[in-house]
């Protein structure tokens, strides 16, 4: 399972040389890839990240199951809840690069929110109508599966 927190400069992360970065077509014979991902508002956005990494998998490969739990701490009611709606605006690049052929054998793209917030738990089904996922491609083909969860 990979992981990004907040420690981590993904603006930096690009300026490294390819040699130095994650390259995921070393690993032809990967079946499932997890990764988690700590969002911390106002932070550097993952998906460039994100996106430059699934743009490493080269065809062939053996990938069939991609998870990925995106970790976000919700604001309270009274805060500024913007980023429900815009934390995805990059995902359509997400979904253009997952729905290219070098995903051929892919059989599901599994998004999880883990949601940590302090209101405690209930907040999820209310979180799903917020957030706006663009993913013309994978929903067309049935492969993105979306959840949401309560950690608090």
Known sequence: MGLISDTVDLKAYFSLPPNERFDLSHNPQL???DLKIDVIQRQDDPLPWLDDLFL?????????????????YLPAP??????????????????MTLSSMEFGMLKE???DFMLENPLGY???PRFMKEVDLPSPM??????LAVGAFDTS
């Open 78 to 95: 009274y805060m500024d809840r913007s980023i429900n709606t815009t934390i995805f605006d990059e995902w359509k690049g997400v979904d």
């Open 109 to 111: 793209v599994k998004l």
């Open 122 to 124: 209930g907040v999820a």
């Open 138 to 143: 994978l929903v067309a083909s049935g492969l």
């Open 56 to 72: 490493t998998v080269k065809a062939p490969n053996s990938l069939e199951y991609i998870n990925i739990v995106y970790a976000l």
């Open 31 to 33: 079946h499932v890839l």
